[in-house]
């Protein structure tokens, strides 16, 4: 039992780990002769308490794997925090560059039930609460345009990518620089995260840096300022349109919605209580980086394979109506490459949820890497002699997911694995 416990408690919570059959056996190579010696280490599966190697399942749904969803909303505030003021192999100095916190809206598709700040009803003359599962819905369904609300988020990512291109255009232009000569002198870094509005249109935060030529260890030009990036990306937004298909004579294009908030973040030292500072940034972002459309439609957290499965599903009827639009329109010769059908779970939506551009600071690989690193340390196996080297022969074969019931219950009574960092859970 203690044995079981403690090849459990390596998974850090995974409930739904996949399930190996095999070996991995590692000899001593005499580096003169190529001779293969001693066996150094040795894996075998059926040597394990659980009968298997057990890796975790690395889901970043907060619905499929709490545990391994908390793990990648951890590495996704270090990335997010590193691009803010260094760490983790990005210098400090990004911390004094221009940086702010964006937001790009949806556009409008409908009047949908809503909470006013200024104390007024909603249309529907109801005082919505907080918790209100009405919140986001369309205030009439029928006329509700499902249609253009679909295809934005089938759209959202190629829009992204539009704007992005605009944004360099722009603070060019404010620069008094061609955009052949602006990379050059600076260059612009972005985190980014996708979050369904609770009506089920996507829309992005994004950390916009500006770096030096060089990005983020090289100093942004004297011209570069927080004013300038926020003005750009508002010209940019603004002007950032990708032309969508035509359906039955009806020709589709999209935008940003007009609601577009922008602030510059202060370091935390700054921070008078108004301004966004890093450690709020990276706790939202990340916070986002674990959830899917599920946020919004409940359970349907992985692809549908029948239209039949949503009358099972536990979703909201708006939920419904858009899963079931992106179906219907799933089966249009001329919008294939959108895929519809394969992402009708996520509304649409096929993009990544959380992106960065290469320099903005570490990946989510290497942080792996390095957690991986730290626990082969804690075990250290034999090393070879001088003059060896090591020769790896490894053979896995996918044997299942998940835990059986006995073991469920032993990785529940088990302490959660503590935590190493102290960043907020909000
Ligand atoms: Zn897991
Ligand atoms: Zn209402």
Avoid at 103 to 126: I, K, L, M, Q, S
Avoid at 130 to 158: I, M, R
Avoid at 386 to 400: I, K, N, P, R, S
Wanted: charged content about 25%.
């Amino acid at each position: 039992m203690p044995a079981l416990a403690r090849q459990l408690a390596g998974l850090g919570g995974c409930t739904h780990p996949v399930r190996l059959d095999g070996h991995r056996t590692e000899y001593a190579v005499n580096n003169t002769t190529g001779e293969i010696g001693a066996v150094l280490h040795r894996l075998d599966s059926a040597t394990f308490p659980a009968g298997h190697l057990l890796v975790r399942c690395n889901n970043r749904r907060a619905t499929r794997c709490p545990a391994c969803a908390e793990t990648y909303r951890r590495d996704t505030y270090h990335l997010i925090t590193a691009g803010l003021r260094g760490g983790k192999g990005t210098p400090d100095q990004v911390a004094t560059h221009p940086r702010v916190f964006a937001t790009f809206t949806a556009p409008g598709f409908g009047p949908v039930h809503n909470r006013r700040t200024d104390g007024r009803p909603c249309r529907c003359d109801a005082h919505h609460d907080q918790e209100d599962a009405a919140l986001g819905t369309p205030l009439d369904p029928t006329t509700y345009d499902y249609e253009s609300a679909v295809l934005w988020n089938a759209h959202a990512g190629p829009l992204w990518r539009r704007f992005s291109i605009y944004l360099r255009r722009e603070i060019a232009k404010r620069a008094g620089l061609t955009q052949r000569t602006f990379r050059d002198h600076a260059r612009v870094s972005f985190a980014k995260v996708a979050e369904y509005q609770k009506r089920g249109a996507v829309h992005f935060h994004a950390v916009i840096r500006l770096d030096g030529p060089e990005g983020g260890d090289t100093s942004p030009p004297a011209w570069a300022s927080a004013e300038l990036l926020t003005d750009a990306i508002r010209a940019a937004a603004a002007a950032a349109r990708v032309d969508g298909p035509t359906i039955d004579g009806r020709a589709h294009n999209f935008a940003f919605g007009r609601q577009l908030d922008v602030r510059p973040i202060r370091s935390a030292d700054f921070d008078n209580g108004q301004e966004l500072t890093e450690r709020a940034v990276a706790a939202y972002i990340a916070k986002y980086a674990t959830k899917g459309a599920e946020t919004t439609t409940g359970t349907l957290d992985r692809p549908i394979r029948f239209l039949a499965e949503l009358a099972q599903a536990r979703i909201t009827e708006h939920a419904r109506r858009m899963v079931r639009t992106a179906w219907t329109l799933g089966a249009r010769k001329e919008l294939e490459h959108l895929r519809l059908r394969a992402w009708a779970h996520m509304l649409g939506f096929r993009g990544h949820f959380s992106t960065k551009s290469r320099r903005y600071s570490t990946t989510l690989g290497a942080l792996r890497t390095a957690r991986a690193d730290w626990r082969r340390a804690q075990t250290t196996p034999p090393a070879p002699q001088d003059g060896e080297t090591t020769l790896v022969l490894a053979h896995w074969v996918f044997a299942g997911t998940g835990l059986s019931a006995a073991e469920t219950w032993l990785a529940a009574t088990l302490e959660p694995a503590p935590g190493t960092e102290g960043e907020p859970t909000a």
